[in-house]
């Protein structure tokens, strides 16, 4: 399969309100259109995951970012075009997304992607895209395509061919917390 039709595919099961496994600039993710209450649902059941644990979403642009977050402190611009390595910032009160990926304090991280498959597939779907790590809740992450349990891999409605063979092992990515008034506060 080229690397076009598997976007595509990728693609329409999410606006199809499926759910898709596949790679990211960080670790291996389950992913859905990010304003679909009931796709988020179905990954935290997938996940097993606790509703009051947010899953992080990704972005293809500066843009992107501005759409859903009215205020971006100044010094998170610095942070990200300072970052070396993939940052999620964590915002304070994101908008035109599923409540149910907000933290309790109303927050959420957001990552702009500058990997090709990730960022192809936010461009093409013109929605934030759930990016949560391909396990079930309180296992390790799977860092290459070779890691992904079973369990994982059956749930979704689509898996990604590109970089299957990819056996780079890859880590997170770093979190920040920026609130209003320009506060900072390292997650991970």
């Given at each position: ?83 070396v390595n993939p940052l999620t910032v964590i ?94 506060k390292i997650i991970r």
């Open positions: 399969m080229t690397l076009e039709e598997d976007i595509r595919q990728a693609v329409e099961c999410l606006k199809k309100g499926g759910i898709i496994l596949y790679p990211t600039d960080t670790v291996w993710g389950i992913g859905c259109d990010a304003t679909n209450p009931d796709a988020v649902k179905k990954i935290y059941d997938l996940k097993r995951r606790a509703e009051s644990k947010s899953m992080l979403v990704l972005v293809e642009s500066d843009g992107a970012l501005e759409r859903i977050v009215d205020d971006i402190p100044e010094v998170a611009w610095e942070l990200i075009d300072a970052a915002y304070d009160h994101p908008k035109h997304l599923a409540p149910e990926l907000l933290a309790p304090d109303g927050s959420l991280g957001i990552r702009i992607t500058s990997e090709k498959y990730s960022n192809e597939l936010c461009r093409r779907l013109r929605r934030p895209l759930v990016s949560t790590s391909a396990n079930i809740s309180g296992d390790k992450a799977a860092r290459v395509y070779g890691e992904i349990s079973e369990q994982i891999i059956s749930g979704v409605d689509y898996v990604a061919t590109y970089r299957r063979d990819d056996n780079s092992p890859a880590a997170p990515s770093n979190i920040i917390k920026v609130s209003g008034g320009g506060l900072i």
